[in-house]
């Protein structure tokens, strides 16, 4: 692993940009919170910029008066549930860093949605590296490297699911009974209501998860959208996880219905060029962990079998298609201009093709 001198390269840290048209702050009213919430600190109107990345809830870098803060909104467009709760999610945040050091640290939440719109909260920021399509400027992964981060990729998940969730007071956070069957039928559902126009793969997986569950296997803390570009990686050690982002969607359920989704982010270089479009190509670089291999390795450190892979992996890929479908909806729908939605419902097709061709095959 090569890491050049920091003033010989780009700085290789994840980067805010200007805030996309339509998803400004009012600078005023959040200094006043600000200024509320922190009054030993001091500063004019805040400097916000966005972290450009992401398809769902939305992500600002507030500088003011010295500090930086992290916050976190749900989108525009009059979207609701458990996914778009930032309260939900920044309550669980407080809870799980009593029992788990790798989450940031909440400084303030904001219910009243008159103050910017909107409920958000304010997090540390947790400055490192993170990796999508590639590694950054100033970072280079060897075989080895790639090899040693996935494996510790995986042992991140199975160190959640290992969580005591029960100590940290979120016992109630989910319904584990049932929760593979509530899911695949939640998800089917959100496809109907979503639906722009017809996908017929899509159409069939939902059909072959309804009729193919297997038992429940336990409950834990899942995260439920645990990949690679929520990882908070460590400069002096990229092989080395900080932090865990994204915790919208967490719950107490089936762990092995997390590592599904965790599968179907996992790219591989077979992958149909709309699914490596989404940005995840990190995965399909030499000496990365195969899916098959992350498979092994999760059922190796957890202890747990992993006899119905196909099934969690196909129900990743619904998952995550219907979730493309719901964002690809607001756009048809004229809730949001961002063009990265438009052409969204190739990527919907692309992971329905992939869910059929495991089915048909019996490979993850």
């Not at 639906?195 to 439920?224: D, K, M, Y």
């Not at 092989?239 to 591989?268: C, F, K």
Request: charged content about 20%.
């Amino acid at each position: 692993m090569t890491i050049p001198l920091p003033d010989a390269v780009p700085d290789p840290l994840d980067r805010a940009a200007p805030v996309r048209a339509g998803e400004e702050l009012d600078a005023s009213a959040l200094r006043a919170f600000l200024a509320d919430r922190f009054p030993a600190r001091s500063g004019d109107d805040p400097v916000v910029e966005q972290f450009p990345r992401g398809f769902s809830n939305l992500t600002y870098l507030v500088r003011w008066g010295g500090d930086e803060f992290i916050l976190r909104r749900p989108p525009f467009g009059g979207v609701s549930g458990t996914a778009h709760d930032v309260v939900r999610e920044a309550r669980v945040l407080t809870a799980l860093g009593r029992v788990y050091r790798q989450v940031p640290r909440v400084l303030a939440v904001c219910d009243d949605a008159s103050t910017l719109g909107a409920p958000f909260y304010l997090m540390e920021r947790v400055r490192g590296i993170i990796l999508r399509d590639r590694a950054p400027a100033g970072v280079s992964f060897g075989a080895a490297d790639m090899r040693r981060l996935s494996r510790t990729v995986v042992e991140t998940l199975a160190a959640i699911h290992a969580v005591d969730y029960a100590a940290a007071g979120l016992a109630n956070l989910g319904t584990p009974a049932g929760y593979v069957e509530r899911q695949v039928a939640g998800w089917t559902k959100r496809y109907v209501a979503a639906a722009t126009a017809s996908q017929p793969a899509v159409e069939e997986a939902a059909a072959w998860l309804a009729a193919n569950r297997p038992p429940e296997r336990g409950a834990a803390l899942i995260h439920n959208d645990f990949k690679f570009d929520n990882l908070v990686l460590d400069a002096a050690d990229p092989t080395r996880v900080l932090a865990v982002l994204d915790w919208e969607m967490v719950t107490v359920g089936d762990p092995l219905m997390d590592l599904g989704t965790s599968l179907a982010y996992w790219v591989e270089r077979s992958d149909a060029p709309a699914i490596r479009a989404l940005g995840l190509g990190i995965t399909a670089s030499p000496g990365a962990l195969s899916r098959a291999e992350v498979v092994e390795h999760y059922a190796a450190v957890t202890g747990r079998a992993v006899d119905d892979a196909v099934f969690y992996f196909a129900y990743g890929l619904f998952k995550v298609a219907v979730i493309a479908q719901q964002i690809h909806a607001r756009w048809v729908r004229g809730f949001t201009s961002d063009p990265r939605f438009a052409s969204l419902d190739q990527a919907v097709a692309a992971l329905g093709a992939a869910a059929a061709r495991a089915i048909e095959t019996g490979r993850v």
